[in-house]
């Protein structure tokens, strides 16, 4: 019974996240999503958690995410997409895999307070990407270790997404250095100027690296 209903949770907090990335994207004049954004933007969102966060659990572990050749998956996700359109929260637009909200995206049951962190998070994960580029920061993202080793093991092996992931050990290598140049300690710096000025620090010496 109570596995029954953490995974009832679960397919919730799944639902309103995805809905959230459309409200969020609007914000940043994102009319539209591909359905391969939405499982990369919310491993995205796991995966910088446990780097900023990794004293604390997880809100976003509720994802288990594989690897399929347009990056990684994750079949709740998939489950709750058809869910929500079925249900006209998002529509389908320009094509099978782009959707915009749909006419009952503000319906109450997504109103219910599923915590003001987990959306700030989330909110903050979309403004990065709305600054540098989706395919910039996923590019970053898959070109390292942990993406690299699990799709060339060919198995049906995870991502990991916890303080031991790859990507994790490939942010935490730059982040070092990159808090000596900070000229304000960290703890005075909101979480969103953190991580923009962090990966303006990264992409800067990825640059140099390549010229």
């Known amino acids: 019974m109570e596995k029954e209903i953490n995974e009832k949770r679960d397919q919730y907090l799944i639902n309103t996240d995805i809905l ?4 969020l994207g609007s914000d940043i004049q994102w009319k539209e999503v591909r359905q391969s954004s939405i499982y990369r933007i919310l491993y995205l969102a796991s995966v910088l958690h446990s780097f900023r966060y990794p004293e604390i659990s997880n809100p976003f572990g509720i994802y288990k995410f594989s690897v399929d050749n347009t990056g990684p998956y994750d079949s709740k996700i998939s489950s709750a997409i058809d869910f929500l359109i079925k249900d006209e929260f998002i529509t389908r637009t320009t094509g099978d895999d782009v959707f915009a909200l ?3 995206s ?3 049951v997504f109103k219910i307070d599923i915590g003001q962190e987990r959306i700030g998070w989330l909110k903050q994960v979309m403004y990065i990407l709305g600054i540098y580029g989706e ?3 996923y590019d970053f993202i898959f070109r ?3 993406y690299q080793t699990t799709i060339k093991s060919n198995t049906l092996q995870g991502l990991n997404t916890d303080i031991n992931n790859e990507t994790v050990n490939t942010l935490k290598g730059f982040q070092e250095a990159f808090e000596s140049t900070l000229t304000e300690k ?3 710096l909101s979480s969103q100027t953190y991580l923009e000025l962090y990966f303006e620090y990264v992409f800067s010496k990825i640059l140099k690296r390549e010229d």
């Not at 959230?20 to 409200?23: D, E, L, N």
Request: aromatic share 6%; no cysteine; glycine share 10%.
């Open 20 to 23: 959230a990335i459309f409200k």
């Open 102 to 104: 749909g006419k009952n």
């Open 106 to 108: 503000g319906a109450e």
């Open 135 to 137: 395919n910039k920061i």
């Open 144 to 146: 390292d270790p942990e």
């Open 186 to 188: 960290k703890e005075k």
